[in-house]
């Protein structure tokens, strides 16, 4: 057998598999301080609150309303920097928008938006609830969710659902310090996720926690209505905590 024979050709000799890169690390989130915040709802409670904790926490934020002046009343009533402005101008002008309106007008809101939030990143934590005299219930609407509604409504948008199981009142009460809840995240994609889940850590005790895409989101909007069920019983304002992460 000649040297040659025993040769192997390129073609036989074994490629080293390519390096797999490292996972990424799930608490890796994108800075997102520079980023403004458009409020749909902001003079409701859960909008209002949440408007308020993110400006305490430094973000820029600007809450809408239908009507521009009582949006800007909430907003000088809140402070830090907070700015009030109708619903069509703050989506103009937001990086982000937070859908924080009632359910019952959730989607006519939504659809007369829809040009102005072309583009934006949304955040639609609207709970669809009924109630009755045995307390609250959870409503399915005809797209699976508040969240899936929003996303039929706004093609153009990229919708993602988040901000649904916190109290407004402790949003609201500025001698709490932090807020220790998680913060369920779902959506598409995983940069507009990590955006949100961001958005919330802005918030001293907050964790944005991904939880799925958005066809889950009904579940975990109508989770609510076991938390204020609790809430009554216990005299308390309940958030969640996921554990072992």
Same mark, same amino acid.
């Given at each position: 057998?000649?040297? $040659?024979d025993?040769?192997?050709?390129?073609?036989?000799?074994? *490629?080293?598999?390519? /390096?797999?890169a490292?996972?990424?690390?799930?608490?890796?989130?994108p800075?997102?301080?520079?980023?403004?915040?458009?409020?749909?709802?902001g003079?409701?409670?859960?909008?209002?609150?949440?408007?308020?904790?993110?400006?305490? +926490?430094?973000?820029?934020?600007?809450?809408?309303?239908? /009507? /521009?002046?009582?949006?800007?009343?909430?907003?000088?009533?809140?402070?830090?920097?907070?700015?009030? +402005?109708?619903?069509?101008? $703050?989506?103009?002008? *937001?990086?982000?928008?937070?859908? +924080?309106?009632p359910?019952?007008?959730?989607?006519k809101?939504?659809?007369?938006?829809?040009?102005e939030? /072309?583009?934006?990143?949304?955040?639609?934590?609207?709970?669809?609830?009924?109630?009755?005299?045995?307390?609250?219930?959870?409503?399915?609407?005809?797209?699976? *969710?508040?969240?899936?509604?929003?996303?039929?409504?706004?093609?153009?948008?990229?919708?993602?659902a988040?901000?649904?199981?916190?109290?407004?009142?402790?949003?609201?009460?500025?001698?709490?310090?932090?807020?220790?809840?998680?913060?369920?995240v779902?959506?598409?994609?995983?940069?507009?996720?990590?955006?949100?889940?961001?958005?919330?850590?802005?918030?001293?005790?907050m964790?944005?926690?991904?939880?799925?895409?958005?066809?889950?989101?009904?579940?975990?909007?109508?989770l609510?209505?076991?938390?204020?069920?609790v809430?009554?019983?216990?005299? +308390?304002?309940?958030?969640?905590?996921?554990?072992?992460?």
């Amino acid at each position: 057998m000649t040297s $040659t024979d025993s040769a192997q050709t390129p073609a036989e000799i074994p *490629s080293e598999a390519p /390096a797999k890169a490292p996972a990424k690390d799930p608490w890796d989130l994108p800075d997102v301080s520079g980023l403004v915040v458009g409020v749909l709802g902001g003079t409701g409670p859960q909008g209002k609150g949440l408007a308020y904790r993110l400006a305490r +926490a430094g973000q820029k934020v600007i809450i809408g309303s239908r /009507a /521009a002046d009582r949006a800007q009343a909430a907003a000088d009533e809140l402070g830090h920097g907070v700015e009030g +402005a109708d619903n069509a101008e $703050t989506a103009r002008r *937001s990086d982000i928008v937070i859908v +924080a309106v009632p359910w019952d007008g959730h989607g006519k809101t939504l659809e007369s938006l829809r040009e102005e939030l /072309a583009g934006k990143l949304v955040v639609d934590c609207v709970n669809p609830l009924g109630f009755d005299k045995k307390g609250a219930y959870a409503l399915k609407p005809e797209e699976g *969710s508040a969240a899936e509604q929003a996303a039929a409504l706004l093609p153009d948008s990229r919708v993602t659902a988040a901000f649904h199981h916190l109290s407004a009142v402790l949003l609201q009460d500025p001698e709490i310090e932090e807020i220790d809840t998680d913060v369920m995240v779902l959506g598409e994609e995983r940069a507009d996720v990590e955006i949100v889940q961001a958005l919330a850590g802005r918030i001293p005790g907050m964790r944005g926690v991904f939880s799925g895409r958005l066809r889950n989101a009904h579940q975990v909007e109508a989770l609510v209505a076991n938390l204020i069920s609790v809430n009554r019983r216990y005299k +308390a304002h309940a958030g969640l905590r996921v554990t072992d992460i």
